[in-house]
T-cell receptor, first 112, second 112 residues
Framework: DSGVTQTPKHLITATGQRVTLRCSPR?????VYWYQQSLDQGLQFLIQ???????AKGNILERFSAQQFPDLHSELNLSSLELGDSALYFC???????????FGSGTRLTVV | GIQVEQSPPDLILQEGANSTLRCNFS?????LQWFHQNPWGQLINLFY???GTKQNGRLSATTVATERYSLLYISSSQTTDSGVYFC??????????????FGQGTILTVHP
């Protein structure tokens, strides 16, 4: 157990729907990162938060948004889902904004 | 942005064999990590190694930062070593924070 908790582990939903993925960082970690792993794009960085504020942004679609709450958990919201959004979504956390991240076990999203 | 190339893309071994995986990166890095993704999709951090050499049991890694490459050595391979091995780096540029850029991975299959 890495200490980073992601829920749910699996999610199946239809095209056009909206889902929310949740991440609880390791105790004491202030930074949260989201990554997407798809068959065609590999593992890609989406977005980073540090102590509630957005710090870095990657190739995140406009249909996707994220936030980090005062208790430091983070949510990734995916809307108007398309078949191509099917992927494994990872959350990682670290103590500082430049730190090596510890990864959660991921949420496998299937859009049908 | 920084480019990360891993080789070989695929590797098939008999149990007990040794192997070397390579990671080349195109720019200076603050961080380099090796991960193993198991068949269940979990990303396991093997090494945090921006420079130098580290060993952990049958695995060891060496990063030569000045020449922009890293090597992962697996000795006396076991079937449980099967999976995908990823190299990931943090660009030393000022705006990268802890964002990891991943290579495309090496798929390792170890036969009994």
């Amino acid at each position: 157990d890495s200490g980073v908790t992601q829920t749910p582990k699996h999610l199946i939903t239809a095209t056009g729907q909206r889902v929310t993925l949740r991440c609880s960082p390791r105790s004491g970690d202030l930074s949260v990162y989201w990554y997407q792993q798809s068959l065609d794009q590999g593992l890609q960085f989406l977005i980073q938060y540090y102590n509630g504020e957005e710090r870095a942004k990657g190739n995140i679609l406009e249909r996707f948004s994220a936030q980090q709450f005062p208790d430091l958990h983070s949510e990734l919201n995916l809307s108007s889902l398309e078949l191509g959004d099917s992927a494994l979504y990872f959350c990682a956390s670290s103590v500082n904004p430049r730190g090596a991240g510890t990864f959660g076990s991921g949420t496998r999203l299937t859009v049908v | 942005g920084i480019q990360v190339e891993q080789s070989p893309p695929d590797l098939i071994l008999q149990e007990g064999a040794n192997s070397t995986l390579r990671c080349n990166f195109s720019d200076s890095v603050n961080n380099l990590q090796w991960f193993h993704q198991n068949p269940w999709g979990q990303l396991i951090n093997l090494f945090y190694i921006p420079s130098g050499t580290k060993q952990n049991g049958r695995l060891s890694a060496t990063t030569v930062a000045t020449e922009r490459y890293s090597l992962l050595y697996i000795s006396s391979s076991q079937t449980t070593d099967s999976g995908v091995y990823f190299c990931a780096v943090v660009d030393a540029g000022g705006t990268s924070y802890g964002k990891l850029t991943f290579g495309q991975g090496t798929i390792l299959t170890v036969h009994p």
